[in-house]
């Protein structure tokens, strides 16, 4: 796969809007046909980064390479890429089937060959019928198909997607996603795709980035980004995590063992370099913690005696929220597969909670953030005036 | 909004718009039926008002000399309103796609100098625009001293075609020129202020997704900007071309003799003609052929924009 060109290449870029550094240094590969996510919060870059794809902002520094061609500062209208805007930018003064052509018709190519493209690009969003209709007509799921279609028609070898989801509400959002994530391995169009939202992005991509302040944090398959997260901000941002302070012990090639505050031994990955009697937090996700009685054995692996605080049904599976010795809280989900039989716990309960070694990864302190780099809200104000 | 049946809301609403109705009927409808009634009237032998139904007035209205004022009162509104637009529309656009705290203070600046009295800031375009006034006074004075000294020192009939040219003055004052400058002057934040209420309420994503879609600057402006802003640019020339077609104080202190306008004319038959009926006529056809005008345009121009609203609905 790595022989192939790549659809699109960031080769170091950074962008900078006066003082305050959007993007910082960043370098990645996306592949030919991918579906890639670029997920983080408000302000964290990423939408900076597709604009720095799009052409629609030149990088400070580094370079674009879109299927091998260097970009330099080519205009958006000259870029082999389409956009799907946040807000759909549908033309309001123009019918769905005007819309529709509008890219087809820039590049001149023939009428009687727009008119068959355009019906068939909107059959493909099953939008047929719908060519009279003026934008404002539409229901928002709607919009956002004639967007996909205006985009998709001129075959571009990237689609850009920036949050396209954001403003629909949650059922439609969710039958979207799977459309879409349909029709990309329908096209075979490389996506990039911005999105906030972990969930929809643990759905629907091939590979996340994950961003914060500018930086790529962690590339990797929704299982890697879920599973191993590579930082704390990584394991929180994506799903839930439970958090326990240590001190490392031992260190072997692919296990450390922490001694937590409290003094029990628990054995994790590091997530990175970790050296003995360096602080680290240890993460593990809430499913996959097991509770069992506490005037049972002690289980083997990682385990932790702690009392019942609080336990909440919802349908699908039960919360329970525990509570160690030294006030840590631990939050378990338990699918609820064997219905009323299963065993339950009642707060006050004393139970133990015990949860596999190679599912807790250590992680160093989260690493300050250098001088000069401001908050996300300021990163938003300084690109509100480019617009 | 509190429950009213309908007779109490026909009764509410009857009073709101009542001072208003009365205000537009007193001082509008009833001024306008006098000026309709007196069209028809005749010049009486010591200026007053003979009330015998004629058209005479209106035949009068033919001679080719009001034909003539009329259609050089159109040609100097439709020049304004053309100018005004050339330079109003891109100053809009500057100002709107400003930061926002800064847009504000530029609308105030266009503004601040129509505080003072249009009388005044029109008998300040007189120093300007005569022959020993501020142009002139440049083009007769350093500008011909520098052309004499190039002719005499560069070769080429430029210079030296330059050096007799500036030394007369420039002839500007009492031109149809001139008044066209005094009008383009009064009525430019007409043109600016609704262009800006258009550019500024105008997506700027929609241009991005054009551009996205291919379309270099230019056809991103004229197929999508343009479009978009377009309610702007009929509000902006109708509120110029209107006061530029019936103009007074402008033609009359810029002007000359052979530059009057209809303004002029209707003021001549009332105070110094006291031909009160003929001078009725020449103000009905003036607002005929405007609404007239008006109608056409804004059926051309809905015709092109009739569902051109903000993007709300895409939210």
Request: charged share 20%; hydrophobic share 45%; aromatic share 10%.
């Amino acid at each position: 796969m790595n022989s192939q060109i790549p659809s699109v290449e960031l080769i170091s870029i950074s962008k900078l809007f006066g003082s305050v550094t959007a993007v910082d240094n960043m370098s990645l590969r996306i592949e030919d046909g991918e579906f890639f996510s670029l997920l983080g919060p408000s302000g964290c870059g990423k939408t900076t980064t597709l604009r720095m794809i799009g052409g629609f902002e030149m990088p400070s520094m580094g370079e674009v390479h879109i299927s091998g061609e260097a970009q330099g500062f080519r205009p958006a209208y000259k870029r082999p890429v389409n956009t799907v805007f946040q807000n759909y930018a549908l033309f309001p003064h123009m019918t769905v089937y005007q819309n529709t052509a509008f890219g087809l018709e820039m590049q001149k190519v023939p009428k009687l060959e727009i008119k068959k493209r355009v019906f068939e690009a909107l059959e493909m969003v099953r939008l047929a019928g719908m060519e009279n209709r003026k934008p404002q007509q539409l229901s928002g799921g709607q919009q956002q198909r004639v967007a996909l279609a205006r985009a998709l028609i001129n075959q571009p070898k990237v689609l850009l997607l920036d949050e396209p989801l954001g403003a629909l509400d949650l059922k439609l959002r969710k039958a979207m996603q799977l459309e879409l994530k349909d029709l990309q391995g329908r096209v075979g169009i490389t996506f990039i795709y911005v999105t906030h939202d972990q969930e929809e992005a643990l759905t629907m991509s091939d590979r996340i980035g994950v961003m914060r302040r500018g930086r790529l944090l962690q590339v990797g398959s929704p299982e890697q980004v879920y599973e191993t997260p590579a930082t704390r901000f990584v394991a929180n941002f994506i799903g839930d995590s439970n958090y326990l302070e240590g001190q490392v012990k031992e260190r072997s090639a692919d296990q450390a063992t922490v001694a937590l505050e409290s003094g029990e031994t628990m054995w994790a990955q590091p997530a990175s370099e970790l050296t003995i009697g360096e602080h680290v937090t240890l993460a593990f996700r809430p499913e996959k913690v097991h509770i069992s009685p506490g005037d049972e054995p002690r289980p083997e692996g990682n385990a932790i005696l702690c009392s019942v605080k609080d336990v909440v049904y919802t349908g699908s599976f039960t919360t329970y929220l525990l509570c160690t010795q030294d006030e840590s809280e631990i939050m378990v989900r338990w699918q609820n597969e064997a219905g009323a039989r299963q065993r339950r716990f009642d707060p006050g309960d004393g139970v133990y909670a015990s949860w596999p070694p190679e599912l807790t990864t250590a992680f160093l302190p989260e690493e300050d953030i250098p001088a000069g780099h401001t908050s996300s809200v300021d990163v938003i104000e300084a690109m509100e005036p480019s617009r | 909004m509190i429950n009213l049946s309908p007779r109490q809301r026909r009764i509410s609403l009857a009073v709101l718009i009542s001072p208003s109705l009365f205000w537009l009927i007193v001082f509008f409808l009833f001024p306008l039926l006098i000026v309709v009634a007196m069209s028809f009237g005749q010049r009486g032998t010591y200026g007053g008002i003979e009330w015998n139904l004629t058209l005479e007035n209106f035949a009068r209205l033919a001679d080719p000399l009001y034909i003539k004022i009329f259609w050089r009162s159109f040609s100097i509104a439709g020049l304004t309103t053309i100018i005004c637009l050339l330079l109003g529309y891109p100053l809009a656009f500057w100002i709107a796609t400003r930061p926002p705290n800064r847009r504000t203070l530029f609308i105030m600046l266009l503004i601040v100098p129509f505080w003072t009295n249009f009388l005044v800031r029109t008998y300040a375009w007189i120093l300007i625009l005569r022959d020993q006034g501020l142009i002139n006074v440049a083009w007769t004075g350093p500008i011909h001293a520098a052309a004499v000294w190039l002719a005499a020192n560069l070769p080429g009939v430029f210079w030296s075609s330059l050096s007799n040219l500036t030394a007369e003055p420039l002839g500007l004052f009492g031109t149809n020129l001139a008044i066209i400058i005094g009008l383009v002057y009064g009525w430019l934040p007409d043109m600016v202020l609704p262009c800006y209420a258009a550019i500024e309420r105008f997506d700027f994503s929609l241009s991005e997704a054009a551009e996205d879609l291919y379309a270099n600057r230019l056809r991103t402006f004229l197929r999508v900007i343009f479009p978009l802003t377009l309610p702007g640019i009929l509000a902006g020339s109708m509120l110029v071309f209107i006061p530029s077609l019936g103009a007074y104080v402008t033609p009359d202190l810029l002007g000359g003799a052979r530059s009057v306008m209809i303004g002029n004319v209707i003021y001549s038959q009332f105070m110094a003609a006291r031909d009160y009926p003929f001078g009725a006529a020449v103000a009905m056809g003036l607002m005929i052929l405007m609404v007239i005008g008006t109608v056409i345009y804004f059926r051309a121009g809905v015709k092109s924009t009739d569902t051109v609203q903000p993007v709300e609905a895409a939210r």
